[in-house]
T-cell receptor, first 111, second 109 residues
Framework: SQTIHQWPATLVQPVGSPLSLECTVE??????LYWYRQAAGRGLQLLFY??????ISSEVPQNLSASRPQDRQFILSSKKLLLSDSGFYLC??????????FGSGTQLSVL | KQEVTQIPAALSVPEGENLVLNCSFT??????LQWFRQDPGKGLTSLLL?????REQTSGRLNASLDKSSGRSTLYIAASQPGDSATYLC????????FGSGTQLTVLP
């Protein structure tokens, strides 16, 4: 069966520090991969999605970036965090136009 | 741009009641629509997926309907239980999934 792993569960980082969140999927090949952010009291915002290795589409301009170095690995990064980057970050996977499966999320607090 | 509205924003019901959560969306050119459940501090769990050609989908006590032409979907929960307490989100899939802000459901024992 397919599983998705996302870590860490919580993260507290100072403003200006770098960020790296990692997500891996098991049990499927060539999944579509997604990074979402959920800010307090707001809906889910799609940040990045990827349909294959090295293929990244960005939905919103920001100081975040994403990479897909392997088929089932998706990484969210920042060189310098801003206060506004605080939020709940969720990785997800799907096959083409089918159900979306989410990881357990990372609560990021930038202080 | 797809816009999704969920009504009500919050709902509190006694255990055993049947209830309906509403979702409306502006772009009817969708491939499918999913309903998700989110517990506090957790990721989302997919409950039901309705393809654009379907009118409804059922799973246990849950029934979701879709009226694509009018841009509406409903999630019906039968015989609600305290364990159903969570936030429920709908997400129509046009170019990408667009999420509503959710309905926060509390089922009182």
């Amino acid at each position: 069966s397919q599983t998705i792993h996302q870590w860490p569960a919580t993260l507290v980082q100072p403003v200006g520090s770098p960020l790296s969140l990692e997500c891996t999927v098991e049990g499927t090949s060539n999944p579509n991969l997604y990074w979402y952010r959920q800010a307090a009291g707001r809906g889910l915002q799609l940040l990045f999605y990827s349909v294959g290795i090295g293929q990244i589409s960005s939905e919103v301009p920001q100081n975040l970036s994403a990479s897909r170095p392997q088929d089932r690995q998706f990484i969210l990064s920042s060189k310098k965090l801003l206060l506004s980057d605080s939020g709940f970050y969720l990785c997800a996977w799907s096959v083409f136009r089918e159900k979306l499966f989410f990881g357990s999320g990372t609560q990021l607090s930038v202080l | 741009k797809q816009e999704v509205t969920q009504i009500p924003a919050a709902l509190s019901v006694p255990e055993g009641e049947n209830l309906v959560l509403n979702c409306s969306f502006t772009d009817s050119a969708i491939y499918n629509l999913q309903w998700f459940r989110q517990d506090p501090g957790k990721g989302l769990t997919s409950l039901l997926l309705i393809q654009s050609s379907q009118r409804e989908q059922t799973s246990g006590r849950l029934n979701a309907s879709l009226d694509k032409s009018s841009g509406r979907s409903t999630l019906y929960i039968a015989a609600s239980q305290p364990g159903d307490s969570a936030t429920y989100l709908c997400a129509p899939h046009s170019r990408q999934l667009t999420f509503g802000s959710g309905t926060q459901l509390t089922v009182l024992p």
